[in-house]
């Protein structure tokens, strides 16, 4: 990486730089083997100067542009120049520039993939993350992401529902406990279960998952600090949030959908946890538009 600029924007953006080179330096790997670009190498004179914009072809919500900023700096050696048309996180439409890169046609080619590939999949997640934070505007309650990520795009990925103003639940199973039915299962019940994790780590939010009203109550009764509410009707939890009446968190879970986005918010709970934002979210269709050579 040697435009500085570029790595401020990642910085800027609160990505870490190891994040961001180390999925970028995979990725290029990935894409080049072993004899690199040989369409482009045998095609494009060397030295040949050019320009290219980032153009959306669809609405959506624009995340990942450091990212393919990193791209093209890499593979150009620095040669290349990128000047943002945009910021992570704004509504974009049809033929806006997002991004001008300025430097040698033959990188500019090379990097397109890549830088695409990262851009299209991060906006995607932006661009679906705003769709449910719209339904429910004005309710109070916020719309977070799962662990449900592509292996090794974890950060990126949650990076982008940020940027689609969504919030994130934990980074990894390190970061806060989240009881789940398997783990009431192997406890031997719900409160038992909750237990043996504030036993084990006092300094830990924990989070446990529930499907009945009634196991609700127990675990709020036991201090739970977060509930999470899995597959109940608007009905359940309306009675959930009554009965704990402000004492704890609680999220619906399981079944969500973006029709039903809005009932379920008004039921008054906290948060609506959302795994399709990252697993199922569709690519925002954007090009790479070479302009003048």
């Known amino acids: 990486m040697s435009d ?5 924007a990642v910085e800027a953006a609160g990505l870490t730089v190891h994040t961001v080179r180390e999925v970028v330096d995979r990725a290029l790997s990935e894409d080049l083997g072993i004899d690199g670009d040989v369409t482009t190498n045998a095609t494009v004179p060397p030295g040949l100067l050019g320009r290219a914009d980032l153009v959306p072809r669809a609405d959506g919500v624009v995340a990942g542009l450091p990212v393919a900023a990193w791209v093209f700096d890499v593979v150009s050696a620095g040669r290349a120049r990128v000047e943002f ?3 992570d996180g704004a509504r974009v439409t049809p033929g806006e520039v997002l991004a001008t890169v300025r430097g ?3 990188d500019l ?3 397109e993939r890549t830088a695409l590939n990262l851009l299209t999949h991060l ?4 661009t679906l993350t705003r769709r449910w934070v719209d339904a429910v505007e004005g309710t109070g309650a916020v719309i977070r992401d799962t662990r449900k990520t592509l292996p090794g795009l974890r950060a990126l990925e949650k990076y982008a529902v940020r940027a689609g103003g969504g919030q994130n639940h934990r980074m990894s199973l390190s970061d806060a406990a989240l009881v789940k039915d398997n783990h009431v299962a192997a406890a031997g019940g719900v409160v038992k279960a909750f237990d043996a994790v504030r036993a084990a780590r006092p300094d830990l939010t924990i989070e446990i998952e529930v499907d009945t009203v ?3 109550r127990a675990v709020i009764d036991a201090g739970a600090q977060l509930v999470l509410l899995d597959n109940m009707a608007p009905a359940e939890m309306r009675d ?9 968190k609680l999220e619906a879970s399981g079944g969500l959908t973006l029709e039903r986005a809005r009932e379920v918010a008004e039921t008054g709970v906290d948060y609506l946890a959302i795994g399709a934002l990252t697993h199922s979210a569709p690519a925002l269709d954007i090009g790479l538009d070479i302009q003048e050579h």
């Open 4 to 8: 500085p600029s570029v790595r401020y």
């Open 85 to 87: 048309g945009t910021l």
């Open 104 to 106: 040698p046609v033959a």
């Open 109 to 111: 080619l090379t990097a």
């Open 123 to 126: 906006s995607g997640i932006a």
């Open 214 to 216: 009634e196991q609700a």
């Open 240 to 248: 959930v949030v009554e009965y704990a009446a402000g004492r704890v």
